[in-house]
């Protein structure tokens, strides 16, 4: 508040006023003498006789709000048993029959930690999120890959141990399936 528009009688009527209704210049409430040595007094009111009157402190932290904050017992999540992929759905129960059944069907009522991707699952499903063409495109890369290092294998190998590859190979002949190692 700007007091510098008001003349200095104003300012001293103003000042008396604040007096008279028993606050300070700096418009706080002043201490009443009791509550400067009894600091676990309440805050209360004066009645008309001028008695005491304690008015109710509420002190939400200590107090709560009286159930205002307590969730309803239904909607509840459930979770499903992990499928064959280790996933598991998240579904809502509304009331307790509902929960009772899910639960004799063997969904948890804690939601679930998480589990490990199996690598090879993870890169299936990699595989899977490609389109047809992509897919193709990598599966010659990777075939492609193949070779070069199979290429290289074969260029360190010395004349005697690529002459008995190559008869081992023709021996087998074109298209036949390697023998299984049991």
């Not at 007096?19 to 700096?26: G, H, K, L, S």
């Not at 205002?68 to 909607?75: G, I, K, M, N, Y």
């Not at 890169?123 to 495109?137: C, M, N």
């Not at 294998?153 to 023998?179: H, I, T, Y």
């Amino acid at each position: 508040m700007d007091l510098s528009s008001f003349t200095p009688e104003q300012v001293e009527q103003l000042k008396k006023l604040l007096i008279n209704q028993q606050t300070n210049a700096d418009g706080r409430s002043t201490f009443v003498p009791r509550q400067r040595h009894n600091l676990l007094e309440k805050p209360g009111i004066k009645d008309e006789f001028g008695r005491y009157i304690p008015t109710p402190l509420f002190i939400p932290s200590a107090e709560g709000l009286h159930g205002v904050l307590e969730p309803p017992p239904f909607q509840q999540l459930l979770w499903s048993p992990p499928n064959r992929k280790g996933e598991q759905t998240e579904v809502t129960a509304h009331s307790a029959k509902e929960v009772h059944d899910y639960i004799e069907l063997g969904y948890q009522t804690k939601p679930p930690i998480g589990h490990e991707i199996d690598p090879l699952e993870q890169i299936q499903a990699q595989f899977d999120a490609l389109s047809e063409e992509d897919q193709q495109l990598l599966i010659e890369a990777q075939a492609m890959d193949k070779r070069a290092r199979l290429q290289a294998a074969l260029a360190n190998l010395s004349e005697r141990d690529l002459e008995q590859l190559v008869g081992k190979a023709q021996k087998r002949g074109p298209g036949r399936p390697k023998k299984q190692i049991a």
